[in-house]
């Protein structure tokens, strides 16, 4: 990509010397190609417009699979697709519109002949919904001025019609943010008027859902399909229900949607947790701390600790340092970990710093976990203290994943030569004893890390004590794997 020096040369080049280098690299790669054609058509609004639908409609005509490594790609062609009908906005929001929706018809068939994984294609589609919110409220804006007052409220039903059928077909869940922020396009009125629809609907799929019931318990069986398909439609009206109400903002009518939908009380936390981030969002604390103390009913100890942090979010919004540092200390307690630690460091004030970080050395101590304990070492300070524990418990380290032992080494200070001894021999074992022959780059890696480190810790004081010296270290692992020939050979590169 080209600097702003670089731009501003650029800028400053005769035109036509521009236009004799686009003409020269046309034809060089299909990409590029693209490019310049797409940066052409800019100048003949009609033409991209015919181009546009015409590359639409193909879209939604093809059959050749999309496998993972071509989404990338793909996602990238819609991008470019994308981008090109907004360049007719604002200046023919209409054109605009249209070309959008065509582009959104295409949703089910990009997706079906695609592997997602990544959910490139995705992402693209849903973006496509947020445009289509903003080109469609200048649209709808326009045609209210242009017709009488006492005709509006067909317009308004045409347009309520227009955003339910486009909800409605939401296979893939591309539109899921355009009922959440329906706010953009339609007024209140307009909004609980489509929710009153969906509520219609709901009370329809009940009595179904009641009679298919009824009959899989006369006849003893299991859930027949048309009992899943009923089950399907009730959960995808719900989500268009909470959809609604979260985008109207007003928290007792959430709350009385919310709970409507739910088939038992108290809520799972999980469940709950829906409820709380509207409530937190629209800064209904008093609400929110209500359904914390009597809703939230588990025993089980994440969940436990899932409600104090809701808690301390919760007080953190309300600026109460006193309430904060009371849930953040329950919930050190109960999963005693160094980003806890931090939290609670971040908010107290120096003489509470000082108890918690005697507290913190006394769990450390506690800990059956020798990473958990080692990490709340190093968070308070206690460098030495947690070499000696890494080296005295070193075989404890085996059952620590690797993950968390990477990520480790990336954030151990100065003077933690023996615990980086300890936690790259259990890395460079782990992947020998597993024979994990494409990690032997990483273990090599490991092998001549513990070389130099030998170097580091034979010109100090410090001794090896219960560990193994390098050379005894290196004995055994020969002993053991020296006929990992490929891995020695890496070494030795």
Known sequence: MLNTEQKKYLSQLPKTAL?????DVYGVDKMLDKKIERLLLQSDKPKLIKKLTTTLKGLRRRRKF??????????????????????????????????????IESTNASLERADDSNGYIGDVYRRLTLSWLTVANTCYEQEKQDIAVDERDILSHAWVKKVKALADDNEYGTKDNLLENIGQLLSEPEIRGLIADYQQERGIIQTKKANEDTLNERQNSPLSDDAFSINYEKMVIEIAI????????????????????????????????????????????????????EEWQSDGLMDKI???????????????TDALMEVLGEAFELQPTP?????????????????????????????????????????IGEIELANEVAVARHCQFADVHYTDLAGMLKDLPAE????????????????LDSSRSKAYGHAARYFNRLTKLDTIISKSSKLYNELATHNEYVITLKDKHGKKRSFWEKVND
């Open 339 to 379: 980003s806890r630690l931090k939290a609670i460091m971040a908010a107290a004030s120096p003489a509470l710093q000082a108890q918690w970080r005697k507290r913190a050395y006394e769990l450390a101590d506690q800990q059956e976990n020798v990473f958990i304990a080692t990490s709340l070492l190093l968070e």
């Open 66 to 103: 999309v496998d993972y490594w071509e989404s990338s790609e793909f996602a990238t062609e819609l991008q470019h697709l994308a981008s090109d009908i907004m360049s007719l906005y604002p200046e023919q929001p209409q054109e605009c519109l249209t070309l959008l929706e065509l582009f």
């Open 242 to 293: 909470k959809n609604l109400t979260r985008a109207l903002g007003d928290v007792s009518f959430f709350e009385t949607s919310f709970f409507e939908m739910q088939e038992t009380r108290p809520v799972h936390p999980r469940r709950l947790e829906e409820l709380l981030t509207f409530l937190l969002n629209q800064r209904a604390f008093d609400k929110a701390l209500h359904y914390l103390n």
């Open 19 to 23: 236009v004799d280098f686009v003409a």
């Open 306 to 320: 899932r409600r104090l942090d809701w808690l301390s979010n919760l007080h953190h919004m309300q600026k109460d």
């Open 416 to 431: 933690t030569d023996l615990l980086q001894v300890v936690i790259y021999r259990s890395l460079l074992n782990d992947i």
